[in-house]
């Protein structure tokens, strides 16, 4: 049981350019999201996912798109990557039983747009 | 104003001290409250969970939530230098979606 992976753990990118973050998740959860964690900013919702063929904006949502093809996987895309999107990025996904809702992280990817 | 404040620190205690850890909230909608302990270079793991008000103990760690002042707090009893870490508050209400304050460093030295 893997939990949730992200790759790739680092990159860096040009101006322009384009990428897709992966993650994936072996619980069989039906919500995932994706965060940016910048300094003093904590962590915030960029776009989430309530299960596969949904998906919808969070709080920071311009310059990325996401989908939800299978319940495992949900990558977000870099449409043109600009130097504002330099941030560490989490996936989560989470589940809910008896009003407990529990959210568990990705290690992140680090990204750096020059 | 941000919908969740907390104190950024950092927050340096000799071990064995008491730790106190708090946000403050706007949102009188929120129901769920969540404490996530972060490693440096790791993802957040989740530590405490509460729901309404109240407090809840597990351990060294307890939670506590006033709902009428919109205030939470998790408190580490005995600290250790393995509490380390930065400490992130996060809250949600009867949807899907959490909101997270910006999180406090602790360093707890030997």
């Known amino acids: 049981n893997a939990g949730v992976t992200q790759t790739p753990k680092f990159q860096v990118l040009k101006t322009g350019q384009s990428m897709t973050l992966q993650c994936a998740q072996d619980?069989?959860?039906?919500?995932m999201s994706w965060y940016r964690q910048d300094p003093g900013m904590g962590l915030r919702l960029i776009h989430y996912s309530v299960g596969a063929g949904i998906t919808d904006q969070g709080e920071v949502p311009n310059g990325y798109n996401v989908s939800r093809s299978t319940t495992e996987d949900f990558p977000l895309r870099l449409l043109s990557a600009a130097p504002s999107q330099t941030s560490v990025y989490f996936c989560a996904s989470s589940y809910s039983r008896q009003g407990v809702y529990e959210q568990y992280f990705g290690p992140g990817t680090r990204l750096t747009v020059t | 104003q941000k919908e969740v404040e907390q104190d950024p620190g950092p927050l340096s205690v000799p071990e064995g001290a008491i730790v106190s850890l708090n946000c403050t909230y706007s949102?009188?909608?929120?129901?769920?409250f969540m404490w996530y302990r972060q490693y440096s270079r790791k993802g957040p793991e989740l530590l405490m969970y509460?729901?309404?008000?109240g407090n809840k103990e597990d351990g060294r760690f307890t939670a506590q939530v006033d709902k009428s002042s919109k205030y939470i707090s998790l408190f580490i009893r005995d600290s250790q230098p393995s509490d380390s870490a930065t400490y992130l508050c996060?809250?949600?209400?009867?949807?899907?979606?959490?909101?997270f304050g910006p999180g406090t460093r602790l360093s707890v030295l030997p």
């Open positions: 996060a809250m949600k209400d009867y949807g899907q979606n959490f909101v």
């Open positions: 949102n009188s909608a929120f129901q769920y």
């Open positions: 509460t729901y309404s008000s």
């Open positions: 619980m069989n959860h039906e919500y």
